[in-house]
């Protein structure tokens, strides 16, 4: 049996869960995960996870947030006063902002809390600081071939 491996193409059943047994995430069986590994198409922790599994293997890991979503950053948190931001704005806690940066790049910003003058924002993803438990099971892995 090949055992998945950096350059593979594998394809995934998942359910990822919190520490809760909430679902955050999960592919059904018609609709199953493909990526390369070694290509950072996904979580870290779950590439680590599938390398060396085989067809038909079933896992269960818990992946920590340096391997997942990162750990939660206090530089991603900003106070900003309301007359900063454009007019007409929906301002309510938990309402998310398309934030564009100077280099180009665009991430959502949650509202943290509001009061009179300022909201505070936090482009922290979801996630970010929370362990993940990820059930893998692998269903196909194709390698590349040498022409």
């Not at 007409?88 to 280099?103: H, I, M, P, S, Y």
């Not at 943290?112 to 993940?132: F, I, K, Y």
């Amino acid at each position: 049996m090949n055992k998945a491996q950096e350059g593979d193409t594998v394809t995934i059943t998942f359910q990822g869960l919190l520490d809760d047994g909430s679902v955050f995430d999960a592919s059904g069986d018609n609709d199953p995960l493909s990526f390369v590994l070694g290509e950072n198409e996904v979580l870290p922790g779950l590439e680590l996870a599938v390398i060396g599994m085989e067809v038909g293997d079933q896992k269960t890991v818990t992946v920590p947030p340096e391997q997942g979503y990162g750990v939660h950053q206090k530089k991603l948190i900003e106070v900003v006063d309301i007359k900063a931001l454009p007019k007409g704005l929906t301002l309510a806690v938990g309402d998310k902002l398309e934030v564009t940066a100077a280099d180009g790049t665009v991430f959502q910003m949650e509202i943290m809390t509001r009061d009179e003058q300022t909201v505070t924002l936090d482009a922290n993803h979801p996630l970010a600081g929370r362990s993940l438990i990820l059930q893998i099971e692998v269903v196909s892995i194709d390698r590349p071939t040498l022409n």
